[in-house]
């Protein structure tokens, strides 16, 4: 282990090596480590670039950001939802330790409504204020969604600047029993949606793309202006239900109304690309896209993406609600036209980023994020487990091309006759079930080379099934028995907690009166 250890310290040497090699100079002419630009989506499906095998061949920019840089073709998330996997982005954490879970039932998925009353703990450590260190300036732009009330502000959690919201923009709500989402310009906020921020559920037009992408367009000339290393962070919502696009977008896309969301994100992403060459700052600047999650089947096809080839969505921790585009980009420094077969992970965006800054781990907590530079650099992959929490239970792991299901459960089959479906047109029985099937001692294993749409289980009695488990089972009881964790942020609702006065309505005329506080346990049905 010793000469393991000394080992990787050689290698983050030369790393950070490069790293000064390749940086500008900043404002008083030391060496500039790289910029980081995160592009989050959210819903968005593996199969919804036309780099992943999308007909329709709508995302020209991506596909371009792809045949530039390279593709993470077997790239996941730490949650099937929202909230979940943008924590474990920020902390290099899994969910179950850093507290974005809920106890109150078995495999529930949770996320941060604004009845939620937790939200993002003080005692995590969130990239941005780790990248401060390294003197980046940080902006998030839009959804925030680690929670709503003052103590979990991003802007207290290392952010610099914020223009977006902290929930959903679900709506429009009557402002009576439910207030409208507030969006925020730092501190305090600028107006709400369906108000100030108009969505048109009937039409689906919205400029909220637009007034994202200015953000961020703003903030790079600003920052590079003042020669100053900065980390973005556009984590924009437009393909999430109900989706939206402007106006120019509507209508153009072959996949309705989806399409024209996904259509001028791709766009969005190719003006913010060609902003990087006209500043000349590509080869000083790393681009990485992703989405949160895997599409939402339930919400398809009309206002719900496509997972490709892969079995059930969003909700689920099968490949199609865990697995997600990804695409790196960092002219002269990634060889272009590359793909990866490293099992990358959300939570390698924190540990990547803290490499690319010259900065070590916090070294007083356990980093689920793997540095990614090794795979984007020079092409080595480094064994490692990816594991699939649903809430509080891991339902499955995989290791190289296998994947064990420990669990496996859709939704309840009272969900499910009334219509919840997760899985449509994808019933693959003892698989998709609509019970908590428990598979421990007998986990369903698949060979996701052969069978990425998990249809055909090995066989219990072959010496591949034998094999695949003897090397996931030790990995899976070392990570068990280690584990401690977190304190479970989304157990507890209350109505009175919602954005009824966020900082700044009273210079709006917004603020609004809360109901009397009753908290209460979460509901979490699926």
């Known amino acids: 282990m010793a000469a393991v250890a000394a080992a990787i310290r050689r290698w983050r040497l030369l790393l950070l090596l490069l790293v000064l090699s390749v940086a500008e100079r900043g404002a008083n002419g030391t060496p500039q480590p790289p910029n980081i630009l995160l592009l989050l989506m959210d819903d968005m499906g593996w199969g919804d670039l036309g780099v992943y095998g999308e007909p329709s061949r709508e995302t020209p920019n991506l596909d371009r950001m792809a045949a530039e840089g390279m593709l993470f073709p077997n790239f996941y998330t730490a949650s099937p939802l929202c909230s979940p996997s943008r924590a474990a982005l920020l902390t290099g954490r899994l969910p179950i330790r850093n507290g974005f879970y809920t106890t109150n039932g078995q495999a529930r998925n949770a996320y941060t409504p604004q009845e939620v009353v937790g939200g993002i703990p003080d005692t995590e450590l969130l990239l941005p204020a780790l990248l401060k260190r390294a003197g980046y300036v940080s902006k998030i732009v839009g959804k925030w969604h680690l929670g709503h009330r003052p103590q979990f502000h991003p802007l207290k959690h290392g952010f610099d600047e914020w223009f977006g919201s ?3 923009h679900f709506g429009p709500y ?13 501190w305090e906020m600028v107006g709400r949606y369906y108000e100030e921020f108009p969505i048109d559920l009937k039409t689906g037009e919205a400029n909220l793309t637009q007034i994202y992408l200015q953000e961020a367009l ?3 000339k600003r920052q590079q202006a003042a020669r100053r290393p900065f980390f973005l962070y556009w984590a924009i919502d437009a393909t999430h239900a109900p989706v939206y696009a402007s106006k120019p977008f509507l209508g153009t896309s072959q996949r309705g109304r989806y399409g024209d969301a996904v259509r001028e994100i791709d766009d969005s992403v190719g003006r913010i690309l060609d902003l990087l060459r006209d500043l000349k700052i590509t080869e000083n600047t790393l ?9 939402a089947l339930i919400s398809a ?5 496509s997972n490709g080839p892969f079995l059930c969505g969003k909700q689920t921790t099968f490949e199609g609600g865990m697995r997600e585009p990804a695409i790196v980009w960092w002219p002269g420094r990634i060889p272009a036209g590359q793909v990866s077969h490293q099992l990358g992970s959300i939570m390698d965006l924190f540990t990547t980023s803290l490499s690319l800054a010259g900065l070590a781990l916090p070294s007083d907590r356990v980093i689920d994020g793997l540095d990614l530079l090794p795979a984007m650099l020079h092409g080595q992959l480094t064994d490692r487990p990816i594991f699939y929490y649903r809430g509080n239970t891991l339902m499955a792991v995989t290791l190289g091309q296998y994947k064990a299901h420990f669990w496996t459960w859709t939704n309840s089959w009272e969900e499910f006759r009334q ?11 003892g698989v998709t079930t609509h019970t908590q099937e428990e598979h421990t001692k007998l986990p369903l294993v698949f060979h996701l080379g052969r069978d990425p749409g998990e249809r055909y289980p090995l066989s219990f009695a072959s010496t591949e099934y034998l094999n695949a488990l003897s090397r996931i089972t030790p990995v899976v009881q070392q990570h068990q028995e280690a584990l401690v964790p977190g304190q479970p942020q989304l157990n507890v609702c209350n109505q009175a907690v919602m954005n009824w006065a966020p900082p700044g309505c009273e210079k709006l005329g917004k603020c609004l009166t809360p109901p009397e506080s009753v908290p209460e346990k979460c509901s979490w049905p699926h």
Do not use: E, K, L, M
Request: glycine share 12%; net charge neutral; aromatic share 12%.
């Open 301 to 305: 096809p009309r206002q719900g993406g």
């Open 287 to 295: 681009v990485f896209f992703t989405s949160d999650n895997g599409a």
């Open 166 to 168: 902290p929930n959903c």
């Open 218 to 220: 703003v903030f790079i």
């Open 174 to 186: 009557d402002n009576r029993a439910r207030p409208n989402i507030p969006v925020y310009r730092d």
């Open 419 to 429: 219509g919840v479906d997760f899985c449509p047109g994808q019933n693959v029985s």
